[in-house]
Every structure is written in structure tokens, then in C-alpha cells.
């Protein structure tokens, strides 16, 4: 658990879009495969520095979201970075499970050609 002036001055000094967001990049600590691509909010970081596994803003659901609350899948999280210019969060994690939805280890299971040939829903 963070204290709650850490939490401040991350948050102060993190460059948040329009909408209060910021991209956060999920890999696992071991492979360094890039699991997933999520958004957090204030709420969401603090709650993923005091729970120690991934909080996401759910963009469709308006709603934090609590990764693997209902799959088991959880991230434990290892290390949060940020980028050089503060606009996205890098998130080393030890995951318990695949991170995709479909079962996947990782949601960019799929090429460039796959997906421009019509291979683009598998939800």
C-alpha cells in the first residue's frame, strides 16, 4: 500500500486525457509478452496500488473494473512504470490466467492480415 502523498503527487504529475483517462499497457513480468491495453482513472490507480492487482475504467460500463474479479484471471502487479511523457502507464504484472476474454494469453493474438481479412470479432 502506497501512502496517500505518493498517490497525490502520481497523480498530479500523470498527463490525463479529456475524458479524466490514461492508457495503461498490462506485460507480464516473467515473458515480457504484452498482455493487454486498458484505461485507468484516478479511482482505478489508487485501487490497484492498494489492492496489488490490476483496476481498470470500463469505457462501455462506465464503472471500475477489478480484472479477474469473475474469471479468477487477476494481475498481480509487480511494478507500475510511465513513460517518458506521462501519458501512459506500463504495468508489469504476474497474471493468473490468459488476460483475453476469449481465452487468449494475450488480446493481440491476432496479425494485421488476420484482422484485415475479416477476422475481426471474436467476442
Known amino acids: 500500500m ?6 497525490e503527487q ?5 498527463a490525463f486525457n479529456e475524458q479524466g483517462l ?3 499497457i498490462v506485460q507480464d513480468s516473467r515473458t515480457q509478452q504484452v498482455l493487454m491495453m486498458a484505461w485507468m482513472n484516478s479511482d482505478s490507480i489508487q485501487q490497484t496500488l492498494d489492492q496489488g492487482e490490476t483496476v481498470f475504467w470500463s ?6 473494473w477489478h480484472k479477474g474479479a469473475t474469471s479468477g484471471n487477476v494481475q498481480h502487479v509487480i511494478e507500475i512504470r510511465v513513460d517518458c ?7 508489469l504484472v504476474d497474471p ?11 488480446c493481440f ?4 492480415s488476420e484482422f484485415a481479412n475479416g477476422n475481426q470479432h471474436d467476442r
Open 59 to 64: 469505457r462501455s460500463r462506465q464503472e471500475l
Open 109 to 112: 493474438y491476432r496479425n494485421a
Open 10 to 14: 502520481l497523480i498530479a504529475n500523470l
Open 96 to 106: 493468473a490466467g490468459p488476460a483475453c476474454h476469449t481465452g487468449q494469453t494475450s
Open 22 to 24: 490514461i492508457p495503461a
Open 85 to 91: 511523457d506521462g501519458d501512459t502507464l506500463l504495468i
Open 2 to 7: 502506497q501512502t496517500t502523498e505518493f498517490l
